[in-house]
């Protein structure tokens, strides 16, 4: 069985050191960290990990009405269905 993530929502800060950057859940407990040379591009890669993971759930949502809305009408075989139906099994796939 594929192990769960943990809880949303992630945040991003600096350790109290100032050498690396951790994505963290609100319990404190660490998820990632982006180490190296701690650059513009380091911090905006933390901050997309951690917009990315929170939006994940709502924007499956959000696809799954779109696609049901979509397939649902004689709109079946737009590629649009086809391109959203792709999209949520790959997002269940990881989840």
């Keep these: 069985m594929k192990p769960k993530h ?36 380091q911090v905006a890669d933390a901050e997309f990990i951690v917009l990315a993971c929170n939006a994940h759930y709502a924007l499956l949502e959000a696809c799954q009405q779109a696609y049901d809305v979509i397939a649902g009408g004689c709109y079946h075989a737009s590629p649009v269905a086809n391109v959203l139906k792709a999209a949520i099994q790959e997002a269940k796939e990881i989840t």
């Design 6 to 41: 943990t809880s949303l929502p992630y945040h991003v800060g600096q350790t109290p050191f100032g050498d690396r950057y951790v994505v963290f859940t609100t319990k404190s407990a660490g998820v990632c960290e982006i180490t190296g040379h701690l650059g513009q591009d």
